[in-house]
């Protein structure tokens, strides 16, 4: 099955600027929203209509929800942790309705929504401080919370699938694996798992530190029903890496690369120009 690809790159391409973050109802919203992609579900859902349709026209199956940094701990940054859940509910319901019109034209061949649990902007494993090793910027009790409360709005909004994705720590997925169990059970509900690691670097393993295999064996308790590997690498550099987890999986396994590792070129300061100017 084809997942759909990703919905940063393609809301750039929209360019958008401050004012179309905030729409009418956060005209007035105290710190900047630009960049907050996950809050166009409401203040401009028909853009996130199109790009979820273009995904399906191009051949998807699955329908990823835009809600990556949905997360009220990730909302944080912009001040927003209150409307999380209404975010989620959203986000899946949009997608929910494209995923909708495309299975009523092809009854055959139903389209399905993955409700998706980001990473988060914080780790669980890893001290924010150089300084201070032993100090962690969130618990794994307040990631079990933002998850719980995201998973209930993506279950109600409609998804039929739960993503955890992009996991760079594997204490925050188990956080988010303990959240989706015990939402779903208060819910009444048993949408299936899926899970996807993030290699961030040609060294083969996760931020916090595991191989491909050894972070399998951390979550396979979780009984998912597919886990992959997705995004940081692109699809060259991540092949020996979901080549292994293809060897060690017992389920489904996904692979969804992004273009690849950026090619920054940076220019050194070397002092001032004639005319006065810095040259970088």
């Given amino acids: 099955m084809v997942l759909d690809g990703g919905m940063g790159t393609m809301i750039q391409s929209y360019k958008l600027e401050e004012e179309d973050y905030r729409g009418s109802r956060f005209a007035d919203w105290p ?11 409401l203040s401009k859902p028909a853009v996130i209509r199109e790009i979820h349709d273009a995904y399906l026209a191009a051949g998807a ?5 835009n ?8 909302m944080s940054d912009y001040q927003m942790e209150s409307l999380s859940a209404e975010i989620n509910f959203e986000a899946a319901r949009l997608a929910r309705a494209c995923a909708d019109v495309w299975t009523a034209k092809t009854p055959d061949r139903p389209r399905y929504v993955a409700g998706v649990l ?3 902007n914080r780790t669980c494993s890893i001290s924010p401080d150089v300084n201070d090793p032993a100090y962690r910027n969130v618990t794994f009790n307040q990631l079990v919370e933002a998850y719980r409360e995201s998973t209930r ?7 039929d ?3 955890i994705e992009t996991v760079f720590d594997t204490l925050n997925a188990k956080a988010a694996i303990y959240a989706v169990q015990t939402e779903m059970e208060a819910l009444g509900v048993a949408l299936p798992l899926m899970i996807s690691g993030t290699i961030t670097d040609a060294s083969g393993r996760t931020l916090s530190g595991q191989t491909t295999e050894a972070f399998y064996n951390s979550l396979r308790h979780a009984e998912p029903l597919s886990f992959g590997l997705n995004c940081a690498l692109g699809p060259d550099e991540l092949r020996q890496y979901v080549a292994e987890l293809s060897r060690i999986a017992e389920g489904y396994v996904t692979a969804h690369p992004n273009a690849g590792l950026p090619q920054c070129l940076w220019r050194i300061r070397s002092g001032c ?4 100017a810095a040259d970088w």
């Fill in 153 to 159: 709005a993506l279950v109600e909004g409609g998804s």
């Fill in 161 to 163: 699938i739960i993503m």
């Fill in 31 to 41: 710190c900047d929203l630009k960049g907050n992609n996950d809050l166009l579900v």
């Fill in 61 to 65: 199956d699955i329908l990823e929800t």
């Fill in 67 to 74: 809600t990556f940094n949905a997360t009220s701990i990730a």
């Fill in 118 to 120: 980001g990473p988060t």
């Fill in 273 to 276: 120009g004639s005319d006065g």
